[in-house]
Structures are given as structure tokens and as C-alpha cells.
């Protein structure tokens, strides 16, 4: 069983940049395409970014590209979202997520993908 905790949430200004960590037990991130959504108050949750098992591969929600980047460190066992040139509508809470099958799988919306963390939420000021 996998787990997911995410952390580095909070409050930014517009323009300000976080970084987001998940930290990853019971499994190793390698062994999974690791994906981060957001799910905004009243809103359905949406696919953020992804990387592949590999590492070698990325997707990126339209919303997001140019502004945010996904990276790894296995050696931490951890997936980071950084997250610069905050917008408005970027305030959500972020969940992390692990896949067996494959980074196009998690896309839309993460339908079937295995695990989950819990969220950590960011908040933008306009």
C-alpha cells in the first residue's frame, strides 16, 4: 500500500511561486507514474501534471505550461510540484498521485489511478 503526503501549501500573492513535496511511502515512486491534479471549491478535480514511470516523460495541463514543473528525486522518494507565476485561479487543493499503469492513464481526470494523498492546499491573492 502506498502512501502519499503532500506538503507546502498555503497562502501566495499573485506572481509568487510555491513548491509543493510529496513524499511517497510503501512504495517507490519509480515504479509509478506520479501526477499532480487540483480540485478548486465547487469545481470537478483536474489533471495538473504528470511524469512517467521512467522519468523521461511529462505532460502538462495547457493551464499550467510555462509555469510549472514536475520533478522527482528517488533517492527521497519524493515528487515536487513547483509552482511559479501563481494565478488566482491556480488556488485549489493539490493532491499527488501514484498510477501502476501509465501517465496518460491518470489523464483527464485520474479516473482508476491507485493512490492518493490527502491534499494541501494553496491559496492565491490577487
Known amino acids: 500500500q502506498v502512501q502519499l503526503v503532500e506538503s507546502g501549501g498555503g497562502l501566495v500573492q499573485a506572481g509568487g511561486s510555491l513548491r509543493l513535496s510529496c513524499a511517497a511511502s510503501?512504495?517507490?515512486?519509480?515504479?509509478?507514474?506520479m501526477g499532480w491534479f487540483r480540485q478548486a471549491p465547487g469545481k470537478e478535480r483536474e489533471f495538473v501534471v504528470n511524469i512517467s514511470r521512467g522519468g523521461t516523460s511529462t505532460y502538462y495541463a495547457d493551464s499550467v505550461k510555462g509555469r510549472f514543473t514536475i520533478s522527482r528525486d528517488i533517492a527521497k522518494n519524493t515528487v515536487y510540484l513547483q509552482m511559479n507565476s501563481l494565478k488566482p485561479e491556480d488556488a485549489a487543493v493539490y493532491y499527488c498521485a501514484a498510477d501502476s499503469r501509465s501517465a496518460q492513464a491518470m489523464v483527464p481526470n485520474g479516473d482508476g489511478t491507485d493512490y492518493w494523498g490527502k491534499g494541501t492546499l494553496v491559496t492565491v491573492s490577487s
Open positions: 510503501g512504495g517507490t515512486v519509480s515504479r509509478y507514474a
